[in-house]
């Protein structure tokens, strides 16, 4: 067991110095996206807002950053990716602190609107860079290392909101109030990110020979492919996980007190340890089987979870399910980065991201007012309701042909280091 261990963690040495230093600058920006993403919705509705305009608030959070990521993207091939990882951290710790500060409705889409340009500018040239730190060689490696950072600090972030019941219970400090200390804090925190790429890492290579440019030339057809699978995949996960804590409060009564700790902590940590073990999948089974293996498995376990007996075993049913979805996700990323020119990266994450990110946001708010129609008119829930199990039926057709057309697509496409039997140089150049 000890040497299966061990040759799970030598998947991770020898990957290059900046690369590492620019995964774990991504530990703080994440710790702030983890309380966001657990905490928002809840918040927001503690604090008065109505369930149906915290949705909307969400949704022009992900509208916003999907409309802007593919310009922040071609900008980002032209002048620099690293000026934009940072701008996004900066951006992104601000939205934050108004958050928790301000109650003000169109002060809180502000807001909003700022978590989208911050994670636009930041996911349209994150991966790009790290692909382009990290190498063909060491880049599956780097990708799986940089979503186990990634979900352990989302899980620290989701575990911070354990601190409400001790403020609660020690300094008779309300849910509310707590939540502003919460919010206040992370955001602080979270701007060590930014801090260490600005003063750590260079610079990545940029071609202004090319000009600005948002449509990608050379791959346009292997991301076209990627695009419709990803459209797929996030027109379903719209319609129940951003709003997990919000179906829970609304079937179980559970503040994020209470589901805070589980979506966004144990959820985070199991998925975080997962995420190590994709490297080697790969592989052995190969980076296209081991997504649609991984996705595949998760899905069964997501269409059961409105059917669960109790909150209980909805917790334990969720975690598998994450698990097994976010182990595809390095595997994903190390396809499309290794598929795509380096002068296109981040033109190519920015078009998957915005074409991921608009869906998912409309069928967010599809989802959180599905939901809202188990309240009646009197203000009283129903937790039987066929509109708190639609969503995650919804979500299961939409994942498995998802899953469908990106095996039919990609089931014979191979990275350039899948495609040798021995080592080789890093000087091969990505497919085109």
Same mark, same amino acid.
């Given at each position: 067991?000890f040497?299966?261990?061990g ?7 020898g990957i290059?110095r900046?690369a590492?230093l620019l995964?774990?600058?991504?530990f703080?920006?994440w ?14 509705v503690?604090e008065g807002i109505?369930f149906a305009?915290?949705?909307l ?7 916003v950053?999907g409309?802007?990521?593919?310009l922040?993207?071609?900008?980002a091939?032209r002048y620099?990716?690293k000026?934009?990882v940072?701008?996004g951290?900066?951006l ?8 928790a500060?301000d109650t ?5 889409f502000?807001a909003?609107v700022l978590a ?6 930041y996911?349209s040239s994150? /991966? ?5 730190k ?8 780097a ?5 186990f950072v990634?979900?352990i600090s989302?899980?620290?972030?989701g ?6 019941s001790?403020m609660n219970?020690?300094?008779k ?7 502003r ?5 992370v955001?602080a925190i /979270?701007?060590v ?5 600005y003063?750590?890492v260079?610079e990545?290579?940029?071609l ?8 990608p030339?050379?791959a346009r ?11 797929l995949?996030?027109l379903?996960?719209g319609?129940?996980?951003?709003l ?6 609304l079937k179980?009564?559970l ?5 805070g700790?589980?979506?966004?902590g ?12 994709t490297p080697r ?5 190969g980076t296209?089987?081991?997504?649609v293996l991984t996705?595949g /498995?998760?899905t069964a ?8 007996p109790n909150f209980?075993s ?5 975690v598998?399910r ?8 390095p595997?994903q990323?190390?396809?499309?980065m290794?598929l795509?020119?380096?002068?296109e ?7 998957v991201?915005?074409?991921w990110?608009l869906?998912?946001s409309f069928?967010?708010s599809?989802g959180?007012?599905t939901?809202g129609?188990a309240t ?7 937790p039987?309701s066929i509109?708190l199990a639609?969503?995650?039926m919804?979500?299961t ?5 998802a899953i469908?057309?990106f095996?039919? /697509?990609f089931k ?10 021995a ?5 091969i150049?990505?497919?085109?």
């Amino acid at each position: 067991m000890f040497q299966r261990l061990g040759s799970i963690f030598d998947e991770y040495k020898g990957i290059p110095r900046e690369a590492n230093l620019l995964i774990y600058s991504s530990f703080f920006t994440w710790a702030a996206a983890g309380l966001l993403f657990i905490s928002l919705q809840v918040f927001l509705v503690l604090e008065g807002i109505s369930f149906a305009t915290s949705s909307l608030i969400l949704g022009t959070f992900g509208i916003v950053s999907g409309a802007s990521t593919l310009l922040f993207g071609g900008l980002a091939d032209r002048y620099g990716k690293k000026k934009f990882v940072v701008a996004g951290g900066l951006l992104g710790s601000l939205a934050l602190a108004i958050f928790a500060l301000d109650t003000n409705i169109p002060h809180l889409f502000g807001a909003a609107v700022l978590a989208g340009f911050s994670e636009a500018a930041y996911a349209s040239s994150w /991966s790009a860079m790290l692909a382009d730190k990290a190498g063909n060689m060491k880049r599956t490696s780097a990708f799986g290392l940089s979503f186990f950072v990634a979900t352990i600090s989302s899980a620290l972030g989701g575990f911070s909101t354990s601190l409400l019941s001790v403020m609660n219970t020690v300094y008779k400090i309300d849910l509310v109030t707590g939540n502003r200390y919460l919010f206040v804090g992370v955001a602080a925190i /979270s701007l060590v990110g930014p801090l260490i790429v600005y003063t750590r890492v260079s610079e990545s290579h940029t071609l202004e020979e090319l000009g600005f440019h948002i449509i990608p030339k050379k791959a346009r057809r292997v991301i076209l492919r990627y695009v419709i699978a990803g459209i797929l995949i996030a027109l379903g996960a719209g319609m129940v996980i951003p709003l997990m804590s919000g179906w829970a409060f609304l079937k179980y009564g559970l503040a994020n007190n209470v589901t805070g700790p589980i979506f966004g902590g144990v959820t985070s940590l199991v998925m975080g340890f997962a995420n190590l073990a994709t490297p080697r999948l790969a592989r052995r089974f190969g980076t296209v089987r081991t997504i649609v293996l991984t996705q595949g /498995s998760s899905t069964a376990f997501l269409f059961s979870i409105p059917f669960a007996p109790n909150f209980a075993s909805v917790s334990a049913i969720y975690v598998v399910r994450s698990a097994l979805m976010m182990m595809s996700n390095p595997a994903q990323n190390s396809l499309l980065m290794g598929l795509v020119p380096a002068e296109e990266r981040s033109v190519a994450s920015a078009i998957v991201a915005s074409l991921w990110r608009l869906p998912n946001s409309f069928s967010t708010s599809l989802g959180g007012y599905t939901m809202g129609l188990a309240t009646g008119p009197n203000g009283v829930t129903d937790p039987s309701s066929i509109y708190l199990a639609l969503p995650f039926m919804i979500c299961t057709a939409l994942y498995l042909s998802a899953i469908t057309y990106f095996w039919r /697509s990609f089931k014979d496409v191979k990275l350039p280091e899948e495609q040798v039997l021995a080592p080789i140089a890093e000087t091969i150049p990505a497919a085109t």
